[in-house]
């Protein structure tokens, strides 16, 4: 059982399509990132919440740290090819922010 | 802009041999770390440094071994390759604050037959 819990796991779309990919816990963290991976690479940074409720915004990307900060989300408004991607969520536990926990993945396809 | 360097990209050894993957970064980063990733899986930490001298184990330490003599290098070693340990391997490194932004290598795919 993974400490952050990511949903769906796979997800395909057509291009102009929203969508949303959660990352749970019954954890508290102090902090929470997202990150995109693509083929052959290591994952980049794409942003990091800190604070509970939370709301962050990168063009047509929004983050969302929940209240209790144990959760949070990525919506994408109008997806492109472009977008397409492994996308993980990551934390930091309270007093052991040494250790990066990543979650299972949401593996994102958008078709044009 | 090399950042972090990881060799080989691609390795296939036998069941029983051992070998060194090799990590380095540039940024005089104080932690690095050590990540497999299978299908499913996500990135599960291996082990990690949070400066030289200074190792600990992740979720998954087990058949691995690390070492930090330098800020710039963290090599892992499989002692006795299984199987199960075909996976993608990738080394991280951050500053040694908060909330810092993890950058990774680009992997090394290790196959054990």
């Known amino acids: 059982t993974q400490l952050l819990e990511q949903s769906p796991q796979f997800l395909s779309i057509q291009e102009g399509e929203n969508l949303t990919v959660y990352c749970n816990s019954s954890?508290?963290?102090?902090?929470l990132q997202w990150y995109r991976q693509e083929p052959g690479e290591g994952p980049v940074l794409l942003v990091t919440?800190?604070?509970?409720?939370e709301v962050k915004k990168l063009k047509r990307l929004t983050f969302q740290f929940g209240d209790a900060r144990k959760d949070s989300s990525l919506h994408i408004t109008a997806a492109q090819p472009g977008d397409t991607g492994l996308y993980l969520c990551?934390?930091?536990?309270?007093?052991?922010?040494?250790?990066?926990?990543f979650g299972s993945g949401t593996q994102l396809t958008v078709l044009p | 802009n090399a950042g972090v360097t990881q060799t080989p990209k691609f390795q296939v050894l036998k069941t029983g041999q051992s070998m060194t993957l090799q990590c380095a970064q540039d940024?005089?980063?104080?932690?690095m770390s050590w990540y497999r990733q299978d299908p499913g899986m996500g990135l599960r930490l291996i082990h990690y440094?949070?400066?030289?001298?200074?190792?600990d184990q992740g979720e998954v330490p087990n058949g691995y071994n690390v070492s930090r003599s330098t800020t710039e290098d963290f090599p892992l070693r499989l002692l006795s390759a299984a199987p199960s340990q075909t996976s993608v391997y990738f080394c991280?490194?951050?500053?040694?604050?908060?909330?810092?932004?993890?950058?990774f290598g680009q992997g090394t795919r290790l196959t054990v037959v």
């Open positions: 991280a490194s951050r500053r040694g604050r908060m909330n810092t932004e993890a950058f």
């Open positions: 990551a934390g930091a536990r309270p007093g052991s922010a040494r250790q990066l926990t």
């Open positions: 954890s508290v963290f102090s902090s």
């Open positions: 440094s949070v400066g030289a001298g200074i190792t």
């Open positions: 919440v800190v604070t509970g409720g």
């Open positions: 940024m005089n980063h104080e932690y």
